[in-house]
């Protein structure tokens, strides 16, 4: 018989450290406050390089986690960065690195280890315009296929795309908690604006403040597999120095983590990797929605984006149309079951994004042309203009 | 002993005396995947050896490797043991040991992993004198890829990618580690694997970055191509035209063509503050009371 880990359930469900909780009503920017979030989530481990306009978040870790009990070590470049976060993680600490478009690129290869290996730990990318150098100072939304297919092979990830400051901490924190939970590297996708625009930020008591501790296993040492795992098919995890003499690789491995290197132990790592996301999909979604359901239109967008998009459904919802919003928080895995029942009851979609076409793709995979899915594109460098969501939103009416 | 003809190979192998590193070695991985004569293996018998000589705590001793031949080591032994991505294991142990400073942490990777794409890593890693052992196995090519030349190649050598001789200059690995301030730095081969074995207790004793060079052949590919005989008569050659010289000047120590002299010995130990250490100290004097250690490094 297959031994696994025991149900334990809650087990691992806890409240923050106050030691990391900087309890009360701020004033500051979305790289600061998911900075926060990190310290809240119980992160002790950053590693970063500094690139614009992700900075200000290694820059708050450097000065705040020695006063915590942690360590910030700002390495030679991103490569370095986001595998030195995985070694602290397989020593037990929840980690973190932080970049934007050029060092996020550079982050591929450890995006691709952290999935193979399964290795909890968080990124956050604050997008800049691209391609390549692009616009370092001004905000991109081009990043968003990136995230979910820019290392080789097939894996899933989760990532969340928090609209304000306020946001950037408690999605930072459950960017820590579905990641320990799911054992896949989890990313917060910010952008230029949210990262600097400053706002109210509300941190609450640390009693208050949710955080998912990793789960250890707990079988004996004979009894013991590294990738070997229940029905959720996240396996528990095991930390160097406790004895298990365990080993992991980036080769196709089996539940003992030793190279397997056949097509059948690709085929079974591959379809784990995979299903331990998608089938958890729906208790991962989060979005939040607001007249959809009967709307003419409903506009479908994130980050900044939505927030310059509030303007425009005001606008069109002055001129009589029945204008519905819809902003996926959690944006991979995408709401497709949500997105599926959308379309049977609105007449279209605008999706603005700053980029050529990314998100709006998912929603046209999902729609399947029951109704029109309109792209309003941007090059990025700024925001859109309202009016041309707008237009957007009233050439589907009109359709 | 009575030699054994072809017939008299007995059918099942008889009990033998465990050779003390099989408690080292996860020996449901043999065979291992390396070529007959090739020198890692022999590396690896001296690493165990040192483990077991040193008397350091097993369970918390960590190996962690890149991609390579030589990046196999982390697999085949029994610790806990990471095999990471191409040039990366520095990064990637530097983030284990801060993490958890009671553990030992070793670098084991080729000349390729570490010099090549990981070269960056090398030499920050050195730059920060991080509480790491990097043994480096120097088989002069890429072996795994099938051996083209690399940063280590001798001038003039042979590699697939080098098919009319390698007209670049290979790096002076134990000076780079020398200037870059490594608290460690020596060279032998696997000719010398009693001063190897040696070394290797010495520099996991140590704090800072300590870096051993292992000179090794790859019979398979560099020996064959560059026509420089088979895996025994490299011993040979190894063992004759080696030359210890402990303290020697890092900057006269370059294996820059395929035959010459081979300095070996124990060439940098000093003792400035290992990483840990000046990270614990500074932020201990700048920030007074404010400091807070980790509690994860607590002993
Ligand atoms: C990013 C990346 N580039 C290239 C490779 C292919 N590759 C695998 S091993 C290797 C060379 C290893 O050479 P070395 O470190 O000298 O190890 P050896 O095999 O000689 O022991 C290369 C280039 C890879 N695995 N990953
Ligand atoms: S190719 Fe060379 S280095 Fe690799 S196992 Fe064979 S002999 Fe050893
Ligand atoms: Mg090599």
Not at chain 1, 1 to 26: I, Q, R, S
Not at chain 1, 187 to 207: K, L, T
Request: aromatic share 8%; with cysteine.
């Amino acid at each position: 018989m297959k031994k696994t880990n025991p149900k334990a359930k809650d087990l691992n469900h806890a409240t923050a450290d106050p030691k990391g909780v900087l309890t009360g009503v701020h004033f500051m920017n979305g790289d600061q406050s998911a900075c926060e979030g990190a310290l809240a989530a119980g992160c002790r481990f950053v590693a970063g390089y500094p690139i614009t306009p992700s900075t200000e978040i290694v820059e708050r870790f450097a000065s705040r986690i020695p006063t915590v009990g942690g360590v910030f070590i700002q390495m030679e470049d991103e490569l370095a960065s986001s595998i030195a976060i995985q070694g602290a993680a397989w020593a037990g600490l929840k980690t973190m690195t932080v970049s934007s478009g050029p060092g996020f690129t550079l982050m591929m290869e450890h995006i691709g280890l952290a999935a193979m290996l399964e290795t909890p730990c968080v990124i956050i990318d604050v997008q800049r315009a691209g391609p390549s150098t692009g616009l370092p100072t001004l905000p991109g939304q081009a990043d968003m296929m990136q995230v979910r297919w820019g290392s080789h092979g097939d894996y899933e990830v989760i990532a969340l795309v928090p609209n304000s400051p306020q946001e950037c901490f408690d999605l930072t924190i459950q960017a820590f908690n579905l990641s320990e939970e799911f054992r896949v590297p989890t990313f917060v996708m910010m952008d230029e604006c949210v990262g600097h625009m400053a706002e109210r930020v509300v941190i609450p008591p640390a009693e208050k403040i949710k955080v998912f501790n990793r789960r250890y296993t707990t079988l004996p040492i004979e009894e013991y597999l590294p990738y070997r795992t229940g029905k959720d098919l996240v396996p528990w995890f095991v930390k160097a120095g406790t004895g298990r003499r365990f080993h992991i690789t980036g080769l196709t491995h089996d539940e003992r983590g030793y190279p397997t290197m056949n097509a059948e132990a690709q085929g079974k790592l591959v379809h784990r990797l995979v299903e331990k996301i998608r089938t958890n999909a729906e208790q991962i979604v989060r979005f939040e929605e607001e007249d959809c359901e009967g709307a003419e239109v409903i506009v479908l967008s994130y980050g900044i984006t939505s927030r310059v998009a509030s303007r425009a459904v005001e606008m069109a919802r002055k001129q009589g149309i029945k204008v519905g919003r819809f902003r996926p928080i959690v944006v991979w895995p995408f709401p497709e079951k949500r997105i599926r029942q959308l379309a049977g009851m609105a007449g279209g979609f605008v999706v603005p994004e700053l980029n050529y076409g990314q998100i709006s793709l998912e929603v046209e995979r999902l729609v399947a042309g029951k109704v029109p899915v309109t792209l309003v594109p941007h090059g990025g460098g700024t925001v859109h203009q309202p009016e041309d969501i707008l237009r957007a939103i009233r050439e589907i009416v009109r359709l | 002993m009575k030699k054994q003809t072809k017939k008299e190979t007995p059918l099942s192998i008889e009990p033998r005396p465990q050779n003390p590193i099989e408690s080292l070695i996860r020996m449901e991985r043999l065979p291992h995947m390396w070529c007959p004569g090739c020198g890692i293996g022999i590396s690896m018998g001296a690493f165990a050896r040192a483990v077991l000589e040193s008397g350091i705590d097993q369970n918390l001793l960590s190996v962690v490797s890149g991609i390579g031949c030589t990046g196999r080591v982390a697999g085949y032994l029994r610790l806990d043991s990471f095999h990471t991505t191409h040039g990366r294991a520095i990064p990637f142990a530097t983030g284990l040991k801060l993490a958890n400073p009671k553990l030992k942490v070793v670098v084991y990777s080729g000349d390729g992993d570490l010099t090549s794409i990981g070269g960056n890593h090398l030499i920050h890693a050195a730059r920060r004198n991080v509480d790491l052992t990097v043994i480096l196995v120097n088989n002069l090519n890429y072996g795994m890829t099938g051996g083209q030349f690399g940063p280590t190649t001798p001038h003039e050598a042979f590699g697939t990618t080098a098919p009319y001789g390698n007209y670049e200059y290979p790096l002076n690995l134990p000076y780079l580690m020398d200037v870059c301030g490594a608290n460690y730095v020596a060279r032998w081969t696997v000719y010398h694997v009693r001063q190897l074995t040696r070394a290797m207790v010495e520099a996991m004793n140590k704090d800072g970055l300590s870096f051993i060079e292992v000179i090794s052949p790859c019979p398979e590919l560099y020996l064959r191509r560059n026509r420089l005989g088979d895996a025994l008569q490299e011993m040979v050659y190894l063992k004759e035209n080696s030359r210890i010289q402990n303290g020697a000047e890092t900057r006269s120590v370059a294996i820059e063509q395929k035959r010459q002299e081979i300095i070996v010995g124990k060439f940098v130990d000093r003792e400035r503050p290992g990483y840990i250490q000046a990270m614990d100290e500074h932020l201990g004097k700048a920030m007074g009371a404010r400091y807070q250690r980790p509690s994860f490094w607590e002993k």
